[in-house]
Nanobody, 122 residues
Framework: QVQLVESGGGLVQAGGSLRLSCAAS????????MGWFRQAPGKEREFVAR????????YYADSVKGRFTISRDNAKNTVYLQMNSLKPEDTAVYYC???????????????WGQGTQVTVSS
C-alpha cells in the first residue's frame, strides 16, 4: 500500500502563489509516475499535471500550462506543485495520485491522497 499526504493548501489572493507538497510512504516512490488532480465544488475531478518517475518528463492540463510546475524529489519521496499566477477558477481540492504501472500516459490513480483545499479570492 502507498500512502499519500498532501499539504500546502490555503487561501491566497488572485495573482498569488502556493506550493503544494505530497509525501509518499509505503511503496517505491522513485518508480511511480506521480500527478495532481483537482475537484471544484459541483464539478468532476480533473487532471492537472503529471511527472515521470525520473522527473525527466512532465505534462500539464492546458488550463494550468505556463503557471503551474510539477517537480519531485525522489530522495524525499515527495512531489510538488508550484502554482503561480493563481486565478479564482483554480479554487478546488487538490489531490495527489500515484500511478504504479510504470507507463507514461494518462495517469492512472492507483493511490490517492486525502486532498488539500486551495482557495483563490478575487
Amino acid at each position: 500500500q502507498v500512502q499519500l499526504v498532501e499539504s500546502g493548501g490555503g487561501l491566497v489572493q488572485a495573482g498569488g502563489s502556493l506550493r503544494l507538497s505530497c509525501a509518499a510512504s509505503g511503496g517505491t516512490f522513485s518508480r511511480y509516475t506521480m500527478g495532481w488532480f483537482r475537484q471544484a465544488p459541483g464539478k468532476e475531478r480533473e487532471f492537472v499535471a503529471r511527472i515521470r518517475w525520473s522527473g525527466g518528463n512532465t505534462y500539464y492540463a492546458d488550463s494550468v500550462k505556463g503557471r503551474f510546475t510539477i517537480s519531485r524529489d525522489n530522495a524525499k519521496n515527495t512531489v510538488y506543485l508550484q502554482m503561480n499566477s493563481l486565478k479564482p477558477e483554480d479554487t478546488a481540492v487538490y489531490y495527489c495520485a500515484a500511478d504504479i504501472s510504470g507507463l507514461w500516459g494518462p495517469l492512472r490513480g492507483d493511490f490517492w491522497g486525502q486532498g488539500t483545499q486551495v482557495t483563490v479570492s478575487s
